[in-house]
């Protein structure tokens, strides 16, 4: 995990909670680029601040969630926005956040996302539950200040919360493993991860262009880099063709070519849906599975070294404290 000892000191939260509003402010903007028009309305098919805010409250604390609602104010300052919108944006988009921290700590969650029902409780609880709130106030919102007519509002409404829960299962497990970084050890297969990186590079922009829909071709890139990488390859993978296949949507190139607004999101955001999933899930299945294996054989080793203690008629030594438990959650100690 990485450590903040600046906290400690006078002024530190102070700047952490504005480092979390720039990092915010930044992910939206470049959110942005990729933004699509349904309906009259402006929406994102994957809004990364909202993965920052949960990755964010979750390594340092919902303290911090000031520095959400500053980030999100500043985005929506920049966008020219009346103050009743602003005001009711920057609450929705900091309630969702921390209804989905807090509602992932009650689960159980672990950052280090080594456990199936990590996956799901960050699906669940991070994604699908919690985001319900920014899209619901934000889409009332609009129609309350005449930014959007009412007859529009679950097209909007869904594009929305798809968006924001595309942003928590792409870009928070990105920066979990990111604050993981220390405990991981560089991998041996270097050949392999070039090779998986440059057939990313050669297929996905083909998958994702080409005039015949063949989107489903990434998939077997997902699955070489969960298989073989677990979280880390999965799911660059899965962020990497998610923003490729955004500007191929904004710009109505390749499979999206031909197709009104309204079909262009759906399509969109049910490959984009899908493919982060597939990369989360499987990536969580295959950690637990290595994590289960790794238990067995350290218990088979402390069973063989306690076997010839007590046959050499000594004590057995003392069991070490478990090396697996998450820092943020320490209470949590179950067996994956």
């Not at 409780?121 to 106030?137: N, P, W």
Request: charged content about 15%; overall charge neutral; hydrophobic content about 55%.
């Amino acid at each position: 995990m990485v450590a903040f000892p600046e906290a400690r000191r006078p002024g530190g939260h102070v700047a952490l909670a504005l480092a979390v509003a720039v990092c915010y402010f930044a992910a939206g903007r470049l959110g942005l680029l990729c933004k699509l028009t349904v309906d009259g309305a402006i929406v994102t098919p994957l809004w990364p601040p909202t993965g920052v805010a949960v990755a964010a409250l979750l390594i340092l604390g919902v303290r911090y969630w000031p520095g959400v609602s500053l980030g999100a104010y500043l985005i929506v300052l920049s966008l020219d926005t009346p103050v009743l919108y602003s005001l009711g944006y920057v609450v929705g988009n900091t309630l969702a956040p921390v209804v989905a921290v807090v509602l992932l700590r009650r689960a159980g969650f672990r950052t280090d996302l080594r456990r199936l029902r990590d996956g799901l409780a960050l699906m669940f609880f991070g994604a699908l539950s919690a985001m319900l709130i920014s899209s619901t106030v934000g889409v009332a919102l609009l129609v309350v200040t005449d930014r959007m007519p009412a007859h529009t509002f679950w097209t909007v409404w869904f594009a929305w919360w798809v968006g924001d829960a595309m942003g928590v299962l792409l870009v928070t497990p990105l920066i979990l493993m990111l604050s993981h970084a220390r405990g991981l050890r560089p991998t041996p297969r270097r050949w392999e991860a070039g090779a998986l990186a440059v057939a990313v590079v050669g297929l996905v922009p083909f998958a994702v262009y080409s005039p015949y829909s063949l989107l489903f071709l990434v998939y077997p890139l997902i699955i070489w880099g969960a298989l073989r990488f677990e979280l880390v390859g999965s799911m660059i993978c899965a962020l990497a063709t998610s923003v490729l296949a955004a500007i191929a949507a904004n710009d109505e190139a390749g499979g999206f070519r031909g197709l009104s607004r309204v079909e262009i999101m759906a399509k969109l955001q049910g490959f984009n849906g899908t493919m982060a999933l597939t990369a989360l899930l499987l990536s969580a299945v295959i950690a637990e599975q290595r994590n289960t294996r790794r238990s067995v054989e350290r218990a088979c080793e402390e069973l063989v070294e306690v076997l010839e203690h007590l046959t050499a008629g000594e004590a057995p030594p003392p069991r070490p404290a478990p090396e697996d438990a998450d820092p943020l959650f320490p209470g949590d100690n179950t067996p994956p």
